[in-house]
């Protein structure tokens, strides 16, 4: 972020908002990462207290102040639970946009980010070709999960089970759709996320089944690019704004009445980081950040809320399938959906839904925390699995692709035979199954 107008202005926003912390401490008892490590620098409140002086100590030691605030899984779980207001997230996301404004971006973060994943070609056919050859560098290592782990000793995948990239992305499978509204009178854009499209295309397909089924008008464009949340979470505004753009444009192309995605973080993303960081030196932008934002609601909640979902009562002596839900911290703590994704798992006779002890505890992923923080992230996700295995379940839902990637490893690596699955698929089967759906 080169330019200082851009970066004087966030600093001042940075200090209003700081002001509203009380340091009363409530964060403390709902920030995973203090309670695997007990440190005050990890917790919102002891963030808040170096920012203060952010401006000193972006001169004196701003790869200090910078690895702090990286230290943070920016699950909003201190929002949530603040009894000031504080948005503990958009402060975060400021703060490491001044410092990365201030010091730039790492040459492998700049490689990353601008190299690739602000070209949406160049970022997709890349990951064709990591899903052709991955076989050469991996192996399967749990066939109910699906998960693989590296065939030879590798620094960057380390002893990860992972789940491997998609043989056929979703952009291939479907590349572009433009359907009129049918009986429900509605239409909407469909934004896929990187997630879905190359690891999940069958949480994709799901979606469309359902949309279809309902007679949802679909607005589908290709070349969609990536949401923006890597690059804001480096502090990369550069190549936020370069992505926020170009999905602004491919999806001007047509009307619509709501933004859906299956994504939770995508969802979080352009509901509330979009409008926060959007470039506001254009008008049309800000405009369109506007609109789209407002119109963005997740699948779960779309289909419950506003279409209504089938639901079908059998007595066929057929014995359910255990399922557990985990609520992924970007649907439940910052957009309160909750109770839709379970309202789409509950309309499968198929299935008996058993909750698990703190459900809505966070999964230790935090996107690239589990990068740089493996082993905190694989301590935090180890508590999650414990709370999984407590309800009995072989299947566990979650409505976001980050939170299935996160459950994938670390059930895999604890030896457990449990299925991860997204609500939307678990939907679109009794679609099938029962309405005989394609």
């Known amino acids: 972020m080169s330019n ?3 970066l004087t ?3 001042q926003e940075l200090e209003d908002q700081l002001t509203v912390c009380m340091r009363c401490g409530m964060c403390q008892a709902v920030c995973p990462l203090f309670a695997e490590t007990g440190r005050e620098a990890d917790v919102a409140r002891g963030k808040m207290a170096l920012l203060e002086g952010l401006l000193q100590e972006m001169f004196k030691d701003p790869k200090g102040v910078y690895e702090r605030l990286n230290r943070c899984l920016l699950c909003g779980s201190c929002s949530a639970n603040c009894p000031s207001g504080v948005s503990a997230m958009e402060i975060f996301i400021k703060s490491r946009a001044i410092l990365t404004g201030f010091m730039g971006l790492s040459p492998s973060k700049k490689l990353l980010l601008r190299g690739m994943l602000s070209r949406p070609e160049l970022f997709n056919r890349m990951a064709g070709w990591g899903s052709r050859f991955q076989k050469i560098f991996t192996k ?3 066939e109910v999960i699906g998960t693989s782990c590296a065939r030879f000793v590798s620094p960057l995948i380390g002893n990860r089970h992972f789940i491997p990239l998609a043989e056929t992305p979703f952009h291939h499978l479907m590349p572009a759709l433009n359907t009129q509204k049918g009986h429900s009178g509605i239409k909407v854009a469909f934004y896929v996320g990187c ?12 979606v469309v089944h359902a949309l279809n089924h309902h007679g949802v008008g679909v607005f589908m464009p290709q070349d969609q690019s990536c949401c923006g949340i890597p690059a804001i979470s480096s502090g990369d505004t550069v190549t936020f704004n370069r992505l926020l753009r ?40 800000q405009t369109r950040v506007a609109m789209i934002s407002q119109k963005t609601i997740d699948i779960n909640q779309f289909l419950v809320s506003k279409i209504g979902i089938e639901k079908v009562d059998i007595n066929d002596n057929v014995e359910p399938v255990d399922i557990t839900y985990h609520d992924p911290c970007h649907l439940k ?8 994704p379970r309202a789409l798992i509950n309309a499968h006779p198929g ?9 809505d505890r966070c999964c230790g992923l935090g996107g690239s925390f589990n ?37 994938s490893d670390m059930l895999s690596r604890s030896g457990k035979n449990i299925r991860v699955r997204h609500p939307i698929q678990i939907y679109a089967e009794l679609l099938k199954n029962y309405y005989g759906l394609t």
């Open 4 to 6: 200082i107008k851009t």
């Open 140 to 142: 399967p290592v749990n």
């Open 246 to 285: 170009h999905n602004l444009k491919i999806f001007d192309a047509e009307k619509f009445d709501y933004f859906v995605t299956a994504c939770a973080t995508c969802t979080s993303t352009i509901k509330e980081i979009w409008p926060m960081m959007a470039d506001k030196n254009s008008g049309y932008v």
């Open 195 to 206: 997630l879905i499209d190359k690891f999940f295309p069958k949480v994709a397909q799901g």
């Open 333 to 340: 703590k910052s957009l309160g959906v909750s109770a839709e």
């Open 351 to 359: 299935y008996m839904l058993r909750e698990m002890p703190e459900s």
């Open 9 to 11: 202005t966030l600093m």
């Open 371 to 407: 990068l740089q923080y493996y082993d905190l992230s694989s301590n935090i996700g180890r508590v999650k699995i414990d709370h999984i295995t407590a309800s009995s379940c072989s299947t566990v839902a979650t409505g976001c692709p980050a939170c299935m990637l996160q459950l």
